[in-house]
C-alpha cells in the first residue's frame, strides 16, 4: 500500500526567506506526486503535479518541487515566501492503476512571520 | 465556474441521527470522491466513484454509506452518526485517468 510522511507539522518562516516542506513516499511502482494547498476553511487547490518527464516541476504562485526516486521524495520548494502563502500543505501519491485514489500525507502548516 | 459544490457546509448531529452530505460537479468527470479530513492525518478516502453506477470503499468506510445518483451527483449518508466521525468531509471529482483531483470546499460535521 502507498503512503505518504510530511514530516513537519508545523513551520515558521519570515516573509521573504525560502522555504522547503519535505515529502517521503512509499510505493512500488512509479507514482504521481501532487502538492495541494489549504486555505482556512477552503478546499485544496492543486499547486504542481509529477506525473513523469522532467523530475523538477513547476507550479502556480512560484512554487516548484523536484522528484528524487533515489530519495523516494517530492519536497516543495519556493526562493522567497509572501504571507499570502500562510496555509496547510498538503503531499499525495496516486498511481495509474489505482483509479486515480490519492493517499495524502498528514499536512504542514506554514506560518509566515512579517 | 461552480466545480465541486458540497451541501450543508455546516452541520451539528446528535449521536444517532442520521444525515446525507450532497454533492455535485458541473466538469464531466467520470470519478468522484469523498475524504475525510482529521488533524494531523490528512485526508482519508472513504468512498469512491469512479465511473456512473460503480461505487467502492476507501480507506475508513466503516459507518458511511454512498450513491451515486448520475454523473453529476455522489451523495455520502451517514446512518447512526457517532462522535468518531466529526470531521471536515470533502468531496473530490477527477476525469478519469488524469490523477489531479478537484475539491468542494467542504462540510463540517460535528457530532455530539
Known amino acids: 500500500a502507498q503512503s505518504v510522511t510530511q514530516p513537519d507539522i508545523h513551520i515558521t518562516v519570515s516573509e521573504g526567506a525560502s522555504l522547503e516542506l519535505r515529502c517521503n513516499y512509499s510505493?512500488?511502482?512509479?507514482?504521481?506526486l501532487f502538492w495541494y494547498v489549504q486555505s482556512p476553511g477552503q478546499g485544496l487547490q492543486l499547486l504542481l503535479k509529477y506525473f513523469s518527464g522532467d523530475t523538477l516541476v513547476q507550479g502556480i504562485k512560484g512554487f516548484e518541487a523536484e522528484f528524487k526516486r533515489s530519495q523516494s521524495s517530492f519536497n516543495l520548494r519556493k526562493p522567497s515566501v509572501h504571507w499570502s502563502d500562510a496555509a496547510e500543505y498538503f503531499c499525495?501519491?496516486?498511481?495509474?492503476?489505482?483509479?486515480?485514489?490519492?493517499?495524502f500525507g498528514g499536512g504542514t502548516r506554514l506560518m509566515v512571520k512579517p | 465556474n461552480a466545480g465541486v459544490t458540497q451541501t450543508p457546509k455546516f452541520q451539528v448531529l446528535k449521536t444517532g441521527q442520521s444525515m446525507t452530505l450532497q454533492c455535485a460537479q458541473d466538469m464531466n468527470h467520470n470519478s468522484m470522491y469523498w475524504y475525510r479530513q482529521d488533524p494531523g492525518m490528512g485526508l482519508r478516502l472513504i468512498y469512491y466513484?469512479?465511473?456512473?453506477?460503480?461505487?467502492d470503499k476507501g480507506e475508513v468506510p466503516n459507518g458511511y454509506n454512498v450513491s451515486r445518483l448520475n454523473k453529476r451527483e455522489f451523495s455520502l449518508r451517514l446512518e447512526s452518526a457517532a462522535p468518531s466521525q466529526t470531521s471536515v468531509y470533502f468531496c473530490a471529482s477527477s476525469a478519469q485517468g488524469a490523477g489531479e483531483l478537484f475539491f468542494g470546499e467542504g462540510s463540517r460535521l460535528t457530532v455530539l
Open positions: 510505493y512500488g511502482a512509479t507514482p504521481y
Open positions: 466513484s469512479a465511473s456512473e453506477g460503480t461505487t
Open positions: 499525495a501519491v496516486g498511481a495509474w492503476n489505482a483509479g486515480n485514489m490519492l493517499t
